[in-house]
Nanobody
Framework: QVQLVESGGGLVQAGGSLRLSCAAS????????MGWYRQAPGKQRELVAA???????NYLDSAKGRFTISRDNAKNTVYLQMNSLKPEDTAVYYC??????????????WGQGTQVTVSS
């Protein structure tokens, strides 16, 4: 089993910053891509940022220039630094990871979600 535990959400004023962390633990042989998704009330879950095992990053257009994804492979942890936050960034943020648990098995795992609320 693999667990992803997120932290760092909260309430912040527009223009402020937050840093989300997500630590993976359990039966981990290796981790491929890791990412952050978000889901606002009444909307579909969307990919905010992703980072490959080699460090290639992708961002939602509205996050470019404001958010930075990074990872610490030694700690099996992914981070999302969010700056210049806007009220429209308000959502539950979920961590996601593609984990290889053995030579023959891999799967996609999700964290429990952390609330980010940006007040205007």
């Amino acid at each position: 089993q693999v667990q992803l535990v997120e932290s760092g959400g909260g309430l912040v004023q527009a223009g402020g910053s937050l840093r989300l962390s997500c630590a993976a633990s359990g039966s981990i042989r290796s981790i491929n891509a890791m990412g952050w998704y978000r889901q606002a009330p009444g909307k579909q879950r969307e990919l905010v940022a992703a980072i490959s095992s080699g460090g290639t990053m992708n961002y939602l257009d509205s996050a470019k220039g404001r958010f930075t994804i990074s990872r610490d492979n030694a700690k099996n942890t992914v981070y999302l630094q969010m700056n210049s936050l806007k009220p429209e960034d308000t959502a539950v943020y979920y961590c996601n990871a593609d984990v290889r648990t053995s030579l023959l098995r891999s799967g996609t795992y999700w964290g429990q979600g952390t609330q980010v609320t940006v007040s205007s």
